[in-house]
C-alpha cells in the first residue's frame, strides 16, 4: 500500500515481514496479511501519515514446509538473505527501506529473534530503524513437558522427528561451545539476539492461555507457573477484551474453589457437544454421524495413522539432516564466525560470553499482561510441570525487556467443552475458507494491527 509524494526524493518504506510456523506456508498468513492492509489502506484514505511511508507486507517464503525441519539457525539465515535482498531491491529505485518490522507465528516467532539478531550483527539496524517485533504463539522456551502420556510421548518423539529443529524445541541440542542450547544463548542478555530486541520500540507477544496442544501457554507467555491448566477445578474466570475478545483484560481466581457442578443428564444435544476429539482430516461436515463412526474405527484407525505420521516425519527428518550437512559443507567458514559473533556481548566482546551462575531468578512481572487478583501462591497448579533452571532463567532474561508487552488470549468453543476448538490454528485465523471457527482469531489479528507502530 502505497503513498505518493510531488518531491524527487525515495519513497520511504516500512517493511513488515511475517514467518509462518513449522510445516507452513505463506497461505497460513493471508488472514494477517489481509488485517494489516486493512489499516494502510485506512491510512491511505485519510493521508494521517502524510505521504511519508509506503507500508509493505511481506509473508516470508524461503523456509516453507519441509525446510522447517532444518532448524531455528539454518531457517533464520534463509530468512535474513531473503530480508536483504528485499532491502537491497528497494534502494536503486524510487523506494528505500527505513523501518523495520517483524511478526512471527509459532516457530515463526523464534524464526523472527534470530533473524533480528543477525540483521543486527550486520549491522543493517543502523541503517534502519527497527520498529514492531510481535511473536503469536511462538514457544520462547522451547517446548516444556507436561504431566500425561502424551506430552511424555512428545518429548521423546520430537527431537528425533522433528529434525535440527526439534532438537531446539526440547534444548537437546549444544548449539554454544560451552553446551549451551541456542534457545539459552537467544535468551542470554550478553548476545546480539536480546541486544536486538531491545532496540525495537513495540515488542509484543500474544499467548494462548488454553486448548494449545502445541504451543503451552508457558512457553508462549514467557511464564513460569500456569494459572489455566486446573481452570476447570480453581474457578478461573477471565473478562475480554470488548473489542479484541477472545483477547483478554484480566483474570482473577477465588480464595477458595467453587464446588463442582453436578453433571448434566445425558441428552442428545450434551453428547453432541461432548463428542470425542477426531482429527481435522477424519471429520464430515456434511453427515456428523460419520464421525462416530470413525470413533468406533479408533482402535484400528489409531495405529494406522500413528504409523503413516511418523514415517513420514522420519523421512522429512532425514532429508533435512541431508539438507543440514551439505550446508554445513558449503558454508563451514561462515557458520564459525557467524556463531561466534553471535554469541559475543552486543558491546564488542572478543570472546564467548561465560555461563552465568547455576541460580535460578524469579522472572520480572509482565508488564502489561493481565494479572490475577490472587496472590501467586494461590494460583499455582499442582499440574504445571517443572521447567528446567535454564528454561527459567530464559523466562527471567526475556521479560527484562525494557518494552515487552504481553496479550492473552482465551480461545474456546463452548462452556461444555472447551477442548474442542485447536487454539493454535484459530489464534491467527489460519484457514478461513476451510474451518468457520478460526473466525474467532481475527479479534486478535485485530488488536496486533492496532497495536502496530506506524
Given at each position: 500500500m502505497s503513498n505518493t509524494t510531488s518531491t524527487s526524493t525515495p519513497q520511504k518504506v516500512h517493511f513488515l515481514i511475517l514467518c509462518h510456523g513449522m510445516w507452513g506456508n505463506p497461505a497460513h498468513l493471508q488472514a494477517m496479511k489481509d488485517?494489516?492492509?486493512?489499516?494502510?489502506?485506512?491510512?491511505?484514505?485519510?493521508?494521517?501519515s502524510g505521504?511519508?511511508?509506503?507500508?509493505?507486507?511481506?509473508?516470508a517464503e524461503s523456509n516453507q514446509e519441509q525446510n522447517t525441519y532444518d532448524g531455528i539457525d539454518w531457517g533464520g539465515e534463509r530468512l535474513v538473505k531473503e530480508v536483504s535482498a528485499a532491502y537491497s531491491r528497494s534502494v536503486p529505485g524510487c523506494r528505500l527501506v527505513t523501518r523495520f518490522s517483524i511478526t512471527g507465528y509459532s516457530l515463526g516467532g523464534l524464526l523472527?529473534?534470530?533473524?533480528v539478531g543477525a540483521l543486527h550483527a550486520q549491522g543493517f539496524f543502523e541503517r534502519v530503524e527497527p520498529v514492531n517485533f510481535n511473536t503469536i504463539a511462538t514457544p520462547h522456551l522451547g517446548i516444556p513437558r507436561y504431566p500425561g502420556f502424551f506430552s511424555g510421548v512428545a518429548s521423546v518423539v520430537g527431537p528425533r522427528f522433528l529434525g535440527r529443529t526439534g532438537q531446539q524445541f526440547y534444548h537437546v541440542d549444544k548449539w554454544s561451545e560451552d553446551g549451551r542450547s541456542l534457545l539459552e544463548i537467544m535468551a542470554d542478555p550478553d548476545s546480539v539476539f536480546f541486544a536486538a530486541l531491545k532496540r525495537?520500540?513495540?515488542?509484543?507477544?500474544?499467548?494462548?492461555?488454553?486448548?494449545?496442544?502445541?504451543?503451552?501457554y508457558l512457553s508462549a507467555a514467557i511464564e513460569t507457573e500456569d494459572p489455566f491448566l486446573e481452570r476447570a477445578t480453581t474457578g478461573l474466570t477471565v473478562e475480554f477484551d470488548p473489542t479484541y475478545s477472545p483477547v483478554i483484560t484480566s483474570y482473577s481466581t477465588p480464595s477458595a474453589p467453587p464446588?463442582?457442578?453436578?453433571s448434566p443428564p445425558a441428552s442428545f444435544p450434551y453428547i453432541k457437544i461432548k463428542k470425542p476429539f477426531i482429527p481435522p482430516p477424519l471429520r464430515s461436515r456434511t453427515m456428523p454421524w460419520l464421525d462416530w463412526v470413525v470413533v468406533a474405527a479408533m482402535p484400528v484407525l489409531m495405529p494406522v495413522f500413528m504409523g503413516v505420521a511418523l514415517t513420514k516425519l522420519g523421512m522429512d527428518s532425514r532429508a533435512s539432516g541431508k539438507r543440514t550437512k551439505v550446508l554445513e559443507m558449503e558454508n563451514e567458514d561462515?557458520?564459525?564466525?557467524?556463531?561466534?559473533?553471535?554469541?559475543?556481548?552486543?558491546?564488542?566482546?572478543?570472546?564467548l560470553p561465560s555461563t552465568r551462575s547455576s541460580g535460578s531468578p524469579e522472572p520480572s512481572s509482565s508488564k502489561s499482561?493481565?494479572?490475577?487478583?490472587?496472590?501467586?501462591?494461590a494460583n499455582a497448579c499442582k499440574a504445571t510441570p517443572q521447567l528446567s533452571a535454564a528454561?527459567?532463567?530464559?523466562?527471567?532474561?526475556?521479560?527484562s525487556l525494557p518494552h515487552l508487552k504481553k496479550k492473552l488470549v482465551y480461545i474456546i468453543s463452548n462452556p461444555l467443552n472447551e477442548t474442542a476448538a485447536h487454539a493454535h490454528a484459530v489464534v491467527v485465523a489460519r484457514d478461513l475458507t476451510r474451518f468457520e471457527t478460526h473466525r474467532a482469531g481475527l479479534g486478535v489479528l485485530r488488536c496486533w494491527r492496532d497495536e502496530f507502530v506506524l
Open positions: 488485517t494489516m492492509y486493512q489499516r494502510f489502506i485506512k491510512l491511505s484514505a485519510s493521508d494521517e505521504g511519508e511511508y509506503e507500508y509493505i507486507v511481506h509473508a523472527a529473534r534470530y533473524v525495537f520500540q513495540n515488542v509484543m507477544i500474544f499467548a494462548n492461555t488454553v486448548n494449545d496442544t502445541t504451543v503451552p464446588p463442582q457442578p453436578a561462515d557458520v564459525e564466525e557467524a556463531e561466534v559473533g553471535k554469541m559475543v556481548g552486543a558491546s564488542s566482546a572478543t570472546s499482561a493481565p494479572t490475577p487478583t490472587t496472590t501467586p501462591a528454561q527459567v532463567k530464559m523466562a527471567a532474561n526475556l521479560n
